[in-house]
């Protein structure tokens, strides 16, 4: 594997991340070998390749230590199975899959995904009753002994753990409800909204440790992208890449820019791949502050990510 040059070329691959620059800092470089370091964008609102389709929704391919993760499946599955074709990408041939969250335009690529690959491990939040399937104690209703068997739960002796269906029956979801080492140096971080809007709604973010840091990807960041970064920071904290939305797409110019100091003064995060919900006015304000360390990630590109790891 080749470590970073502090000299970036304009080589095809590289063309992809930050065209002709030269950086006297580290800049990610395209990966060599049978181990892949790479982030493909599979589904989005913008971008330049012609042969893939724009919609609102995010998914993407990440590649690292061997492993072959789908993170996020887009909106729609006849569009999530254009784009993958048009990539060269095999749904097929997975590791597992992580879902951020629960809204449609992160899951309703399911569709297709479980077509091609119905028995792949499935990553999702765990909430009460929850899309994904649900588990919850039986204690937790209350309870009324004095009713006759046929007015009570289960005739008055429900069963220790209720568990409840997912709109996806025989889909293999392992659900997640805390911080967890998926893989080595894989991490899924869990986090929950307190936003008006999407109170309550969980959401896990996918977390790589790098040895040049840890490599964030995000769905939407409804919970804040500055809460997800400081809650991955307590595993690593150099964060050298976040890719994926912000949820920044409605933010006032002076929200944008309080997360943009954070992430870049706060975090000192070292690049950004922002896409998806990010919005277009932040998409301006982070390229300001960040330069050439901000990284072009729209529908279609790869972002190469550390090649140094063993």
Not at 76 to 90: S, T
Not at 117 to 136: Q, T
Not at 288 to 308: I, P
Request: hydrophobic share 40%; with cysteine; net charge neutral.
């Amino acid at each position: 594997m080749t470590a970073y040059s502090p000299a970036v070329s304009c080589s095809a691959a590289l063309l992809l991340l930050v065209g002709c620059a030269t950086t006297t800092s580290a800049t990610p470089t395209a990966s060599a070998g049978p181990s892949k370091a790479q982030i493909t964008i599979l589904y989005d609102a913008f971008g330049k390749d012609s042969a893939m389709k724009k919609d609102w929704g995010y998914a993407a391919l990440v590649e690292y230590g061997g492993k072959r993760i789908l993170f996020d499946s887009g909106n729609n599955p006849e569009i999530l199975a254009q784009n993958a074709k048009a990539k060269d990408v095999d749904l097929s041939n997975l590791d597992f899959v992580v879902m951020s969250h629960r809204h449609g335009d992160h899951m309703g690529g399911l569709a297709y995904l479980l077509r091609v690959n119905p028995k792949v491990k499935i990553y999702s939040p765990k909430e009460g009753f929850g899309v994904y399937g649900a588990d919850l104690p039986s204690t937790f209703y209350r309870k009324d002994p004095s009713l006759p068997p046929e007015q009570r739960y289960y005739g008055g002796a429900p069963p220790d753990i209720m568990r409840f269906g997912s709109a996806w029956p025989g889909a293999n979801f392992q659900l997640v409800d805390k911080t967890v080492e998926i893989a080595s140096d894989i991490h899924l971080i869990s986090s929950v909204s307190d936003k008006p809007g999407t109170l309550e709604l969980h959401e896990l973010s996918l977390a790589i440790n790098t040895p040049d840091g840890m490599v964030l990807v995000v769905g939407c960041s409804h919970p804040g992208i500055d809460k997800i970064v400081e809650a991955a920071s307590t595993i690593n904290p150099r964060i050298h890449l976040i890719a994926g939305g912000f949820h920044l797409v409605v933010a006032s110019n002076l929200d944008i820019e309080k997360i943009v100091t954070t992430l870049h003064d706060t975090f000192k995060v070292q690049y950004v791949g922002p896409g998806h919900c990010t919005g277009e006015p932040a998409f301006t304000a982070l390229r300001k502050a960040f330069g050439d360390r901000y990284l072009y990630a729209g529908l279609g590109t790869t972002l190469a990510l550390s090649t140094s790891q063993n």
